[in-house]
Structures are given as C-alpha cells and as structure tokens.
C-alpha cells in the first residue's frame, strides 16, 4: 500500500554554484512551486545569486555554514558538496535534491517530464530489494509481479531513496572523461527498478530524493580531489554515499 506525503513535508535542495539561476528555476518553477527549496551557494561563489520571484525560498551562503559548521569545516561544503549543507539544515521528512545545471528532460514523445512526481511516487511505494522483479517496477499501473515472484515478498518494504538519472553528459569517471570528453548520452529511459540488497551502486546528489529521517546522516561531504570538485569527474563524495 503506497503512503501519502504532503507538500510540506517535502524540501527540494538545489546546490547553486551558477550565480544567475533564472532560467534553471523557470525550468522547473511547475514541479517546485508547490514545495519549499533551499539553495545553498557554494562559497567559492562571489556573485550574488539571481532567483525569479514567486518560490517559497530560504537562501545559504557562506556564513551560514560558517556559523553552522565551523569556518575551519566549511571547505568540505565548497563545490557540489555545498548541497550537502541544505541535507544539514532541512527539518522536512523528504528532501529532493537537483542540480543548479539540470533542466527538466521530455520523454521520447516530447512530453515534459515531472522528476519530482516521479520521485515522490517511488518513497510512497514499496521497495522490492529481496528478489528481482524482471517486470521492474510492479506498482505501476497495469504491472504485475513476475512469475514466481514469492507472494510472502510482494509487500516489499520502505523505499527511503529514490535515485534519479540524466542526459546529455554520461556520469564518468575520471579517465573515461578525459578519453570520451564529447560523449553525450541522448537515451531516455523510461523504467524503475529496485536495487537488490547488498548490492553496491553509485549514486549522485544530481537526482536522487530521499527520507531524511532514514538516510539523512549517511549523506555527508566525503572526499575530493585537493583544490579541486568543481567539475562532476573530479569530485569523489557520490561513490561513498
């Protein structure tokens, strides 16, 4: 049975490392309007940041996490890490977390595509950790569960994350980014799967939502690459989440 989670009980998280974000939030004022954001500037950033009117905002800088963390502590909250502090400072349940340079994507037929609702959808259904569905999500409408799929398991348990994907650039590493550096990836994917337990997986603060409640404290700045962590291959803190 799917939960229900309210408008206010969502924060959507945005790392700003762009001053200017007018277009960004334009982008995605349909699916943010209804929630409140909190964007942290990344304290490298000197610009004042520019933000349309019309959103339930708060806004961190530097001296937020100063005050919050330490002066000595805040260089770990520099760069993409700086979203790491809106995980911090948020007392909402969920938390949904988009980069300042990720615009909706549409489907293959041109239809935009509503990330948050997607989202909010796999934390109030089931997770299916403990045997793979190859039908993949079994609670979507008009799916079902595979065929010998164990009936004592079809309850699954709480989904506390929810990790979304992209286009256009691939998520490399390192070395493959600087031999594949034009590789653009332009194929949607239209699927849900639960990954199985004990199983490893990268995830990224890109796209992902979560029940800050269950997994909040496991998302924290973890390593990157000295004076570096301004490019998405340089940083390191993803794969350790």
Same mark, same amino acid.
């Given at each position: 049975?799917?939960?229900?989670?309210?408008?206010? *009980?969502?924060?959507?998280?945005?790392?700003?490392?762009?001053?200017?974000?007018?277009?960004?939030?334009? +982008?995605?004022?349909?699916?943010?309007?209804?929630?409140? %954001?909190?964007?942290?500037?990344?304290?490298?950033?000197?610009? +004042?940041?520019?933000?349309?009117?019309?959103?339930?905002?708060?806004?961190?800088?530097?001296?937020?996490?100063?005050?919050? %963390?330490?002066? &000595?502590?805040?260089?770990?909250?520099?760069?993409?890490?700086?979203?790491?502090?809106?995980?911090?400072? &948020?007392?909402?349940?969920?938390?949904?977390?988009?980069?300042?340079?990720?615009?909706?994507?549409?489907?293959?037929?041109?239809?935009? %595509?509503?990330? %948050?609702?997607?989202?909010?959808?796999?934390?109030?259904?089931?997770?299916?950790?403990?045997?793979?569905?190859?039908?993949?999500?079994?609670?979507?409408?008009?799916?079902?569960?595979?065929?010998?799929?164990?009936?004592?398991?079809?309850?699954?348990?709480?989904?506390?994350?929810?990790?979304?994907?992209?286009?256009?650039?691939?998520?490399?590493?390192?070395?493959?980014?600087?031999?594949?550096?034009?590789?653009?990836?332009?194929?949607?994917?239209?699927?849900?799967?639960?990954?199985?337990?004990? &199983?490893?997986?990268?995830?990224?603060?890109?796209?992902?939502?979560? +029940?800050? *409640?269950?997994?909040?404290?496991?998302?924290?700045?973890?390593?990157?690459?000295?004076?570096?962590?301004?490019?998405?291959? +340089?940083?390191? *803190?993803?794969?350790?989440?």
């Amino acid at each position: 049975m799917s939960l229900a989670i309210k408008d206010d *009980e969502v924060d959507i998280v945005i790392g700003a490392l762009r001053s200017d974000l007018t277009t960004f939030m334009n +982008e995605w004022r349909p699916m943010f309007s209804r929630f409140h %954001v909190i964007i942290v500037k990344d304290p490298d950033l000197k610009e +004042e940041l520019k933000i349309p009117e019309g959103f339930n905002l708060d806004v961190y800088g530097k001296p937020d996490i100063d005050q919050v %963390v330490g002066s &000595s502590t805040s260089i770990l909250f520099s760069g993409y890490s700086c979203r790491y502090f809106g995980y911090l400072v &948020s007392r909402k349940k969920y938390i949904i977390s988009v980069d300042d340079d990720c615009l909706p994507a549409r489907d293959p037929k041109g239809f935009l %595509v509503d990330a %948050v609702a997607q989202h909010i959808s796999n934390l109030t259904n089931p997770a299916t950790p403990f045997f793979f569905n190859t039908l993949y999500d079994p609670y979507a409408e008009g799916a079902d569960f595979v065929r010998g799929y164990p009936f004592s398991l079809r309850g699954g348990v709480k989904c506390a994350l929810s990790c979304g994907l992209w286009l256009n650039l691939a998520d490399h590493d390192a070395p493959t980014q600087a031999l594949k550096a034009r590789q653009r990836n332009s194929r949607y994917v239209d699927a849900v799967m639960t990954v199985p337990a004990r &199983s490893l997986i990268p995830i990224s603060g890109i796209n992902i939502a979560f +029940e800050r *409640e269950a997994v909040g404290p496991a998302l924290v700045p973890a390593l990157k690459l000295a004076g570096e962590g301004k490019c998405r291959w +340089e940083t390191m *803190e993803d794969i350790w989440s």
